[in-house]
């Protein structure tokens, strides 16, 4: 059992620190900037919380945040009350966040100069992962610290995979999130075609979701996408900051992603619609939107 504090209760946070607490037998602290959230977590799973991201960090030997994008992850790490203020030496901090590449880099060194360690490790898996403990985390850091943190990890996730040095976790998510933005955008238009066409989508789905166009988004949303019901999962703002970064970092590199420049546009178009809660499926609306 270690002494773990949790820093951001969103919908992915709120349920990966309980699994820290009942999977993995750890004294949990938590943080959150509402603090109503904090003591409704602690209540329910008996824990405790602090009124800031250093209180919760004292003593701890990890810390775990999952906050909105870097400036977010700065104020809560480096920021006058942050984590980084309350570290002991030889703590390590994992960062859950989609963020940047480059603000991992930067933390990386600002807790290597406090003699702890940091680990960028973004999460794939959506709400639904994080709700049952089965996430997928990419991993950058250096190896001895991911080794010493990886059962911790593990609490909440299926999967946890090493993926290099500082930022590479980041750079990881990219691609996943490059992957989706294609693979909705094409199950989108699948479903539209299939629909126009007159055909019977879940006949359709349960045959070629056996061949080689099965995916994860075609088994989970189809059905959803069908109906044009949009409120489970990873919201359209949270997918366009995603993208964002990407398509940044692709400028950066000189890698180029034409395909998933197209997609982020048609998602400023479902924002447009007044789908920016909306999951990410509802590609299909700016599709289905264009017939009215």
């Known amino acids: ?128 992962g994080a709700e049952n403990g089965a996430l997928t985390v990419m991993v950058g850091g250096d190896a001895d610290i991911y080794e010493t943190a990886r059962p911790a990890i593990e609490c909440f996730a299926k999967m946890v995979g090493h993926m290099g040095p500082a930022g590479a976790g980041q750079l990881t998510k990219m691609v996943n999130q490059i992957c989706i933005a294609g693979l909705v955008q094409g199950l989108s238009e699948a479903i539209h075609f299939a629909k126009k066409a007159d055909l019977d989508v879940a006949k359709v789905i349960d045959v070629i979701s056996k061949g080689a166009a099965q995916s994860w988004q075609m088994e989970n949303r189809w059905q959803t996408m069908r109906d044009d019901t949009f409120n489970f999962g990873f919201a359209v703002d949270w997918m366009r900051k995603d993208l964002g970064i990407c398509l940044k970092t692709a400028n950066e590199t000189g890698a180029r992603l034409p395909v998933t420049a197209l997609v982020d546009q048609f998602y400023a178009e479902v924002q447009a619609m007044g789908g920016n809660r909306w999951d990410t499926s509802s590609l299909i609306a700016r599709l289905q939107n264009a017939d009215k």
């Open 1 to 128: 059992m270690a002494k773990v504090a949790f820093i951001g209760l969103g919908v992915m946070g709120y349920p990966m620190a309980g699994y820290l607490k009942s999977r993995g037998g750890h004294e949990v602290t938590v943080y959150n900037r509402t603090s109503a959230k904090a003591e409704k977590w602690a209540g329910e799973h008996g824990g405790t919380h602090a009124a800031t991201p250093a209180a919760a960090a004292e003593g701890a030997d990890f810390i775990f945040a999952c906050v909105g994008n870097d400036d977010d992850l700065r104020s809560v790490t480096t920021g006058p009350d942050g984590a980084f203020h309350g570290m002991k030496r030889g703590a390590i901090f994992i960062d859950n966040t989609t963020a940047s590449a480059e603000v991992a880099r930067e933390l990386y060194a600002a807790a290597k100069e406090k003699g702890c360690g940091f680990l960028d490790a973004p999460v794939s898996g959506g709400q639904a």
